[in-house]
């Protein structure tokens, strides 16, 4: 029996959503088993701090909202463990080193893990600029109205279970080229993979910081970036 692959989300709709919408034009050769955490990242950190052996199964297991996605399968059933969380920086426990901490923590999808963060939330995925992906920026003092702000600014208006391949290829590739603006400051397809401290740092250093915005990244095109590698990415995704 192949080795299956575990995905943790925060919230219980719309990761999902995002994620199977995907899934039928990519990674769709891959089985996926999915978890719902229920609560943000930064309630994560808090059950997890003072651990300093802590196994990621053994979490969900004791827990009495996790438990129930995974009461069926064992550590041993699943090859890879991935994490798909909001950066939610509106929160009032929002650290950059708590957030830096987790993303050292789960930073091995085959061990704890490996953390993916979306850039304010998962929203991002639809809150794009056709024209100039690249210089999207959300204030941080908007958050809490982020929801909002995607509607009236992003160019897509359709459902995302009606997203199509070529819609998609184009979400992916806007995501990579900002990710790679704001680690690089390069508005082109990476060259090389985007470690996730690597943007939580960059954020921090030369937006959240000091204009008090943050660039707008999906988490999901970041978790393809690395499945796929650059090479086979490139070929699928990049336009020009």
């Given at each position: 029996?192949?080795?299956?692959?575990?995905?943790?989300?925060?919230?219980?709709?719309?990761?999902?959503?995002?994620?199977?919408?995907?899934?039928?034009?990519?990674?769709e050769n891959i089985e996926f088993v999915i978890c719902v955490f229920e609560a943000n990242i930064y309630q994560l950190f808090?059950?997890?701090?003072?651990?300093?052996?802590?196994?990621?199964?053994?979490?969900?297991?004791?827990?009495?909202?996790?438990?129930?996605?995974?009461?069926?399968?064992?550590?041993?059933?699943?090859?890879?463990?991935?994490?798909?969380?909001?950066?939610?920086?509106?929160?009032?426990?929002?650290?950059?080193?708590?957030?830096?901490?987790?993303?050292?923590?789960?930073?091995?999808?085959?061990?704890?893990?490996?953390?993916?963060?979306?850039?304010?939330?998962?929203?991002?995925?639809?809150?794009?600029?056709?024209?100039?992906?690249?210089?999207?920026?959300?204030?941080?003092?908007?958050?809490?109205?982020?929801?909002?702000?995607?509607?009236?600014?992003?160019?897509?208006?359709?459902?995302?279970?009606?997203?199509?391949?070529?819609?998609?290829?184009?979400?992916?590739?806007?995501?990579?080229?900002?990710?790679?603006?704001?680690?690089?400051?390069?508005?082109?397809?990476?060259?090389?993979?985007?470690?996730?401290?690597?943007?939580?740092?960059?954020?921090?250093?030369?937006?959240?910081?000091?204009?008090?915005?943050?660039?707008?990244?999906?988490?999901?095109?970041?978790?393809?970036?690395?499945?796929?590698?650059?090479?086979?990415?490139?070929?699928?995704?990049?336009?020009?």
């Amino acid at each position: 029996m192949s080795k299956k692959v575990l995905l943790i989300f925060e919230g219980e709709w719309t990761e999902e959503q995002y994620f199977q919408s995907m899934n039928r034009f990519f990674l769709e050769n891959i089985e996926f088993v999915i978890c719902v955490f229920e609560a943000n990242i930064y309630q994560l950190f808090d059950s997890i701090r003072d651990d300093e052996f802590i196994d990621t199964f053994s979490l969900l297991r004791e827990n009495e909202v996790t438990e129930k996605y995974i009461r069926d399968w064992k550590r041993s059933d699943f090859a890879e463990i991935y994490l798909i969380f909001d950066f939610d920086g509106h929160d009032p426990h929002a650290t950059k080193y708590g957030l830096l901490a987790l993303l050292e923590l789960f930073d091995n999808e085959s061990e704890h893990g490996k953390l993916y963060l979306s850039y304010p939330m998962i929203e991002a995925h639809r809150h794009l600029s056709f024209e100039n992906h690249c210089g999207l920026f959300v204030r941080i003092s908007d958050l809490t109205d982020y929801k909002k702000v995607v509607h009236y600014e992003s160019n897509i208006r359709n459902s995302v279970s009606t997203w199509s391949y070529n819609l998609w290829k184009t979400v992916i590739e806007l995501h990579l080229r900002k990710a790679n603006n704001v680690v690089n400051n390069v508005c082109d397809f990476p060259v090389a993979l985007i470690n996730q401290l690597e943007i939580l740092e960059a954020q921090y250093d030369r937006y959240i910081e000091t204009s008090q915005e943050v660039g707008v990244i999906g988490s999901i095109p970041l978790l393809i970036l690395d499945y796929y590698g650059v090479e086979k990415s490139q070929r699928i995704f990049r336009t020009r």
